[in-house]
């Protein structure tokens, strides 16, 4: 079997698959031991169930998915996900374990933790509660409940895996290694959760407490070994009640502002995007001009702007429209995409060499 390093100084091993099972079949299996326990562990599941949607959004492009999966997070349809390129769409739809499918809206991610919040219009619906969600160690047994392989599409059931928390460590993802902006604590499963559509189901332990998220698909390039974890709910509930608040939100969704008299643009920071063909072109970098601040302090052609200072852009238009709203002397913070590493900057017009600064509104 295959090591897998998840730190610098940390090796786990990789232990076999785990089978991943429908409700009905998991419980046959249970059912060969105690029998009180198949029960029991059969209603968390049934418990568990409602709680979890289907996504579905953008895909197609080189082979990606167009699914994912979510936890119903409130009564009133907020839903946590992983922050991927499936909801880089204004065309979101999360179908309920009932069946319904509803139309849900991005309110917010946190691309550090690559963690994501919807929002559906529903009422009443069954939820975790994240201010009650449990921690756990090694040796855990779990169930990792997602619409993996996207298997179900309506009313069926999500799958169920079982499987044990092999080991709590952090995720020193490295380039050529793991790549992933996140760097913070995961569980190791055992149980195979790198599945497409796996990723953002829910981490329970057998009594159907919410433990963790499970992250998106993971692969060590060097020696092409999966790696199955999740984020522990304790690491994403801040980032989730900052978005509900009103951080890390979607431009459209902001409320409007009073545009100073002098906005902020762009080239004053040297910074050209590239050319806005579409309707929602991601605002990746063309061109940074020598000399200008976007220069001094780094930034790169093909690095990708994903927030300006705690609001998420998902396009040249947004990323313009979020421009105007600041004051050219300002200082503003980007936070970039490069790879799959995050980068932070700050940057200021005036820093403009004289020169440069001529002609500028």
């Known amino acids: 079997m295959s090591n897998v390093r998840c730190n610098p100084t940390i090796e786990t091993r990789a232990f076999a698959p785990r089978r991943w099972l429908p409700i009905a079949l998991l419980t046959i299996c249970m059912a060969h031991g105690a029998t009180a326990r198949a029960v029991s562990l059969a209603t968390s599941v049934e418990q568990v169930q409602p709680k979890i949607v289907k996504i579905y959004g ?92 996207g298997i179900a599409s309506g009313e069926e059931q999500a799958s169920v895996q079982r499987g044990t928390i092999a080991l709590r460590t952090q995720l020193e993802a490295r380039r050529g290694v793991f790549d992933t902006p996140y760097h913070g604590p995961v569980y190791v499963l055992d149980a195979t959760t790198n599945n497409s559509g796996a990723a953002g189901g829910a981490l329970v332990t057998f009594h159907g407490e919410l433990v963790g998220m499970l992250g998106k698909q993971l692969r060590n390039s060097l020696n092409n070994t999966w790696l199955n974890y999740a984020v522990p709910i304790s690491e994403l509930r801040q980032s989730v009640d900052d978005i509900r608040a009103g951080k890390f939100v979607a431009h459209r969704d902001a409320p409007p502002e009073t545009k100073p008299e002098r906005p902020l643009i762009l080239a004053s920071l040297g910074i050209v995007l590239v050319p806005d063909m579409l309707e929602r072109t991601p605002p990746f970098i063309d061109r940074v001009q020598p000399g200008s601040p976007a220069a001094k302090a780094g930034v790169r052609p093909d690095d990708l702007i994903l927030l300006v200072g705690e609001r998420l852009v998902q396009s040249c238009k947004a990323l313009s429209s979020e421009f105007e709203r600041l004051n050219y002397d300002d200082p503003v913070k980007l936070t970039l995409l490069r790879g799959q590493q995050l980068i932070e900057v700050t940057l200021q017009s005036s820093d403009l060499p004289p020169a440069t600064r001529k002609g500028q509104p």
Do not use: W
């Open 58 to 149: 953008a895909g197609g492009v080189r082979g990606m998915e167009n699914y994912q999966s979510g936890v119903v997070i409130s009564p009133e349809g907020h839903v946590l996900t992983t922050f991927s390129h499936v909801l880089d769409t204004d065309y979101i739809d999360v179908v309920l374990a009932d069946g319904r499918r509803l139309a849900a809206k991005l309110l917010g991610a946190d691309p550090r933790l690559e963690v994501a919040v919807l929002k559906i219009d529903a009422t009443g619906l069954p939820c975790f509660d994240l201010a009650k969600a449990a921690n756990a160690d090694a040796g855990t047994r779990i169930l990792c409940v997602s619409n993996l392989c």
